[in-house]
């Protein structure tokens, strides 16, 4: 019979680890030494300069040969769990309740460190291949896992890293749960299908430094910027769609001035990003902008200078009727376990911010974010409550058990 503890016994080993992000403290090397008895090949794909070293690991367990010869003519799919052992920094010690790598229960809840973002998740997902391959050791499943400790960083030794090595070697994924916490009051009641694309912007506005009280002798760049930002305010980028909200532009940094109050500063720094949907483009986008900029009598080089990054683009995976591939619809499996397991109706979601599913998504057609409550990630105090552990485990093993049946 399977542990009714063992996901939980996991999760306080990988969050007694202080994996601050780009460590991975040892959390990686618990979770091999789970799947290698398992038929898993352990493969560390590590990145990064010496100086902020990222831990990767990929570990496959194939098919058995003896299930594949005996169904040639369906495609063996290859099924991925994904995730990251980092966390964010704890922030002030002294104001957590319980020290934040020392696993606490407390009032029906366990504290810690990543216990939601997202240690849990690893450890449910762990288990549940654990009960599945002890259960069905000749599934028609090629199972891996895809863990990394830069998620929470740059985020560009981790994830990208890896998917760059697979699609080199021709590495086909077709299905991928990652473990980000996407519920809302309750395991399974919200899943991301997709998310939005992200573009930043650094806006420098030149001027003319000189003195407050001669202001023809000078260029305030402030008074220039002021009308431009409030016409950038007022667009309506796009309308969504049936799957995105609208896309959004949003300041996040301004910075001007010398810190005198009789000085009309020489140029004045605006940071910005779009969280855009598939109706846009970063193409579009970027034209955009800067025919407002344009509109407003301003030239490139000479008036302003502007910096683009973008971040990831947007992805979605949706319900796919035709399986006549031997590929099905992962969210009709995830939709099915959530229910089996919680008599849940999951919602499906594109809304929050982005995820290495958006490095994932560009080479396996079927990626989703699935995970515990996410109201305590990144706070002081973190904390998940230990109901909602064991469901986790189970609808990620009754996924595995609906990709199977085919």
């Not at 980000?180 to 573009?199: A, C, F, H, I, Q």
Request: charged share 20%.
């Amino acid at each position: 019979m399977p542990d009714p503890l063992a996901t939980l016994r996991l999760a306080e080993q990988l969050i007694a680890c202080p994996s601050v992000t780009p460590l991975d403290a040892g959390c990686m090397d618990i979770i091999a030494q789970r799947l290698q008895p398992l038929g898993f090949a352990c493969e560390w794909m590590d990145s990064g300069p010496d100086s902020f070293r990222v831990r990767n690991l990929w570990a496959k367990r194939p098919a058995a040969q003896k299930n594949i010869a005996g169904t040639a003519s369906k495609k063996i799919a290859t099924f991925v769990f994904a995730g990251h052992t980092d966390v964010v920094p704890t922030g002030p010690l002294e104001q957590w309740q319980f020290p934040p790598f020392a696993p606490t229960h407390h009032d029906g809840k366990l504290y810690g460190r990543g216990t939601n973002d997202m240690k849990t998740s690893i450890a449910a997902m762990v288990v549940a291949v654990e009960e599945f391959v002890a259960a069905q050791p000749d599934a028609p499943l090629d199972i891996a896992f895809m863990l990394t400790s830069d998620e929470e960083g740059p985020a560009l030794d981790g994830t990208i890293k890896m998917c760059e090595q697979l699609t080199a070697r021709g590495q086909a994924l077709d299905y991928c749960i990652v473990g980000e916490p996407t519920s809302v009051l309750k395991t399974g009641d919200m899943v991301k299908n997709g998310r939005r694309g992200t573009l930043s912007g650094k806006l420098t506005i030149l001027g003319i430094q000189g003195h407050i009280a001669y202001p023809h002798l000078a260029k305030n760049p402030i008074h220039i910027v002021a009308p431009i930002l409030a016409d950038l305010v007022k667009i309506e980028w796009d309308r969504g769609n049936a799957y995105f909200q609208p896309t959004s532009w949003q300041m996040s940094n301004i910075h001007g001035g010398t810190g005198a109050g009789n000085v009309i500063p020489g140029q004045v720094v605006i940071d910005f990003n779009f969280r855009f949907c598939t109706e846009s483009s970063p193409e579009s986008l970027q034209q955009r902008l800067e025919d407002v900029l344009q509109q407003h009598g301003l030239q490139a080089t000479t008036d302003y200078t502007l910096a683009w990054t973008l971040g990831g683009l947007p992805f979605l995976t949706p319900v796919r009727e035709d399986t006549s591939h031997g590929v099905g619809s992962l969210i009709n499996a995830v939709r099915a376990a959530i229910t089996a397991e919680t008599g849940l109706t999951t919602e499906l979601s594109t809304t929050g911010g982005t995820s290495d599913g958006r490095f994932i998504a560009k080479i396996c057609p079927q990626t989703i974010e699935l995970g515990p409550p996410n109201a305590m990630i990144h706070k002081i105090n973190e904390h998940l409550s230990v109901a909602d552990i064991e469901p986790l485990k189970n609808i990620y093993r009754r996924v595995l058990e609906n990709l199977a049946a085919g």
